[in-house]
């Protein structure tokens, strides 16, 4: 029993660690966890299944793991399915959503390390990258 | 002549008047830069700065790539553009052989990351051991992981608002410069300070 609590802590915090944190922004941006909607400040960690929301005249930068970023226009919905770059055991997976709004994504390590591995999701189709810099915007 | 050219003009003001979703390249201050846009229907590359596709919904391919001027992506992009963080920095300190102590060159890139932190701040640190590939890769993974948590120390001494501070070890993994086993190379025993 005690194993099994241990083993659900150790899965619950390698599921909800930290995997990228904002840099910048300006004013109102939220992020909806599990089921609680949080005001998201500089400094603010951010974790896997993250659905980030920017307010009318407000956008954020995020910056990720690996120095990938992630910026956001007003109205924007984004979400992060999943970061992660770990070089020492060759574990590439970067699954990203944009889901309304607008979005300039730069890439950090991975871009070097295994491009091939990061998806960046719009609701009309997927854009793959090369080691890159791109913008979007989904109306 | 002049019968093709009203067409265009139809086709552009079309376009104009539909809700797209646009994908732009941008610069990144690298020569490999390129997406690839893709969905069910078919796919476009994307390889040229300020080329872009345009997606109508799932069920139709992507536009061909066309070049957006720089007055539009400002005026499509600007507010984002501004919000861009600053790019993640990397240091790269050295060590004397099967030690950590750092070289006398190094102790001055010591002290510029430091600098680079505080203008950084908040943020993350990632601190990342290496060794060349002198001895067994078991031990090698030790003496990385103790050039990377000294360095930790040094930097944690300073009390700077970092969100996260991380040392690893990657022994012979990941080489800065790729050589044989056994090779005594002073560029592999370092330690990469990175400031995200």
């Given at each position: 029993m005690k194993k099994m609590m241990i083993l659900i802590l150790l899965m619950s915090s390698l599921l909800f660690s930290s995997v990228g944190i904002v840099k910048t922004m300006s004013g109102k941006v939220e992020v909806k966890r599990v089921k609680k909607v949080i005001s998201l400040k500089i400094g603010s960690s951010l974790q896997n299944g993250d659905i980030i929301m920017s307010k009318t005249k407000s956008a954020i930068g995020i910056t990720f793991d690996d120095g990938t970023s992630v910026s956001l226009g007003e109205k924007s919905i984004f979400v992060i399915n999943k970061f992660k770059v770990d070089p020492?055991?060759?574990?590439?997976?970067?699954?990203?959503?944009l889901k309304k709004g607008k979005a300039v994504f730069s890439s950090g390590k991975i871009g070097k390390l295994s491009p091939k591995?990061?998806?960046?999701?719009?609701?009309?189709?997927?854009i793959g990258i090369r080691g890159t810099k791109f913008a979007v915007e989904v109306k | 002549?002049?019968?093709?050219?009203?067409?265009?003009?139809?086709?552009?003001?079309?376009?104009?008047?539909?809700?797209?979703?646009?994908?732009?390249?941008?610069?990144?201050?690298?020569?490999?830069?390129?997406?690839?846009?893709?969905?069910?229907?078919?796919?476009?590359?994307?390889?040229?700065?300020?080329?872009?596709?345009?997606l109508k919904n799932k069920t139709i391919a992507p536009s061909k790539p066309q070049q957006m001027s720089e007055e539009e992506i400002s005026r499509r992009f600007s507010k984002v553009l501004s919000i861009v963080p600053k790019k993640a920095i990397s240091h790269i300190v050295y060590f004397e052989p099967h030690s950590t102590k750092l070289t006398e060159a190094s102790k001055e890139?010591?002290?510029?990351?430091?600098?680079?932190?505080?203008?950084?701040?908040?943020?993350?640190?990632?601190?990342?051991?290496?060794?060349?590939?002198?001895?067994?890769?078991?031990?090698?993974?030790?003496?990385?992981?103790?050039?990377?948590?000294?360095?930790?120390?040094?930097?944690?001494?300073?009390?700077?608002?970092?969100?996260?501070?991380?040392?690893?070890?990657?022994?012979?993994?990941?080489?800065?410069?790729?050589?044989?086993?056994?090779?005594?190379?002073?560029?592999?025993?370092?330690?990469?300070i990175f400031i995200k």
């Open positions: 020492s055991k060759k574990e590439y997976d970067v699954d990203l959503d591995s990061v998806k960046f999701r719009i609701p009309e189709g997927i | 002549m002049k019968l093709k050219y009203i067409l265009s003009l139809l086709v552009t003001l079309l376009f104009v008047g539909c809700a797209h979703t646009r994908v732009v390249l941008l610069d990144n201050g690298k020569t490999h830069n390129a997406v690839i846009v893709s969905n069910e229907k078919g796919s476009q590359k994307l390889d040229g700065i300020g080329k872009y596709i345009s890139e010591l002290r510029k990351s430091i600098e680079d932190i505080k203008i950084s701040t908040p943020c993350m640190v990632d601190i990342i051991g290496h060794t060349d590939t002198v001895g067994s890769n078991e031990i090698n993974i030790k003496v990385s992981l103790k050039r990377a948590k000294y360095i930790e120390s040094l930097i944690k001494k300073e009390q700077l608002n970092i969100v996260s501070i991380l040392a690893k070890g990657y022994g012979e993994e990941d080489l800065l410069v790729a050589t044989p086993d056994n090779t005594d190379e002073a560029k592999n025993r370092n330690v990469e």
